[in-house]
């Protein structure tokens, strides 16, 4: 499950933990505004699927990326995001499957892109269906547009910052 | 050098495009308020070593994560940190090497404090040598205290999250 673990991933994931976290959804056009979403306290997960991804390995990557112990409860204990309970930002981050080719960074193994956004589409709806059932009423699932440059603003009282691969 | 690449990595790096980062050095005290350090346009690289990990592969990691083409310019064209030029803040991230058990997070490979500490210290004096020769007055190293919690604000116009391994 992580980057040593041998065959080649499906899909890669880096994680952290936030106080506030603020996406830009829609760039600003002549006559409008940018539009953003923002989540408190929570995960933000990375998210870029390789090629050969499908369906099958969603359900595992929700359940084990929001039931790991990878956020700290205000008494300083490790507990899930569920646990938290904690909201969660969903960024597509396509530059998580480069490979360095000289200087430049190659992504030969990225999925495709009409195949990616339904990917991400799909693993979005499902971490929404689990943290449906949480407890308070303000943890949230807010999401960036795939395939869209992600301004992002994070606030943090430590990322702990963590890759898992699937 | 990725972590795809096969051999069990000695480093792992998780890098971010920012527009500014914040970083708190030391945390406030009962007389003394918490410490920053902030950088403007540059590069956050979160590392992490393993096991094993030796100074012989610090010149590779600078020149490699200092001379890819991992940030955007003003024209929109790829170009490294150095040629940017931009700014780098290092922030050591333990929780980079962590390997899932049951529902936690091991560190087992991670290399001892002591070494950890030693490798960290001569990883900056690396990148602030590298960046000595910078064109621009205003691009500096600044870098997080081994073993702290890292508080961390981040500002950005995409980080574009790379990760690298050696």
Do not use: W
């Not at 673990?5 to 940018?34: D, F, H, I, N, W």
């Not at 200087?103 to 589409?121: D, P, S, V």
Request: charge should be positive.
């Amino acid at each position: 499950m992580t980057a040593s673990s041998g065959a080649a991933p499906a899909a890669r994931t880096v994680l952290q933990q936030c106080l506030q976290a603020r996406l830009q959804v829609k760039p600003a056009e002549e006559l409008s505004q940018a539009q953003f979403v923002q989540i408190d306290r929570g995960m933000v997960i990375y998210i870029c699927f390789f090629k050969g991804a499908t369906d099958d390995i969603l359900p595992k990557m929700v359940s084990t990326l929001l039931s790991l112990r990878l956020c700290e409860s205000d008494s300083g204990k490790m507990v899930s995001v569920l646990e938290l309970p904690g909201s969660l930002l969903i960024v597509p981050q396509a530059t998580l499957g480069g490979k360095v080719k000289g200087r430049a960074m190659q992504y030969h193994n990225n999925i495709g892109k009409e195949e990616g956004l339904r990917l991400y589409g799909a693993f979005v709806s499902l971490c929404e269906k689990e943290l449906a059932g949480a407890a308070a009423a303000e943890v949230t699932v807010k999401h960036g547009t795939y395939g869209n440059r992600q301004v992002l603003k994070l606030d943090t009282n430590g990322p702990y910052t963590h890759l898992m691969e699937f």
